[in-house]
Nanobody, 114 residues
Framework: QVQLVESGGGLVQAGGSLRLSCATSGLTLGSYAMGWYRQAPGKQRELVAL???????NYADSVKGRFTISRDNVKKTLYLQMNSLKPEDTAVYYCFARQGSYYWGQGTQVTVSS
């Protein structure tokens, strides 16, 4: 079955960087649109970044120029490089794969201290 497992979250100071990884199994990565959502306490879920099957990318305005989404189809892993982190980036980050239906990871906590 399809599985997505995130890693790489943690506590970082404002201005720092983290790289999230989403290891997948049970799917052909290049056949799926992939992306990252985040959810902060008391806030709506936000689509952070998306990469299409043609490798075109889209970002939320709040992260443009700071975050980069990429994937390695051979390693079957999705990445989110997060630079210049801000306290407002604090959230649980979820990766997803979409091909009609959605598949989700369990989430990884990112906490940015001021």
């Amino acid at each position: 079955q399809v599985q997505l497992v995130e890693s790489g979250g943690g506590l970082v100071q404002a201005g720092g960087s983290l790289r999230l990884s989403c290891a997948t199994s049970g799917l052909t990565l290049g056949s799926y649109a992939m992306g990252w959502y985040r959810q902060a306490p008391g806030k709506q879920r936000e689509l952070v970044a998306l990469i299409s099957t043609l490798d075109s990318t889209n970002y939320a305005d709040s992260v443009k120029g700071r975050f980069t989404i990429s994937r390695d189809n051979v390693k079957k892993t999705l990445y989110l490089q997060m630079n210049s982190l801000k306290p407002e980036d604090t959230a649980v980050y979820y990766c997803f794969a979409r091909q009609g239906s959605y598949y989700w990871g369990q989430g990884t906590q990112v906490t940015v201290s001021s």
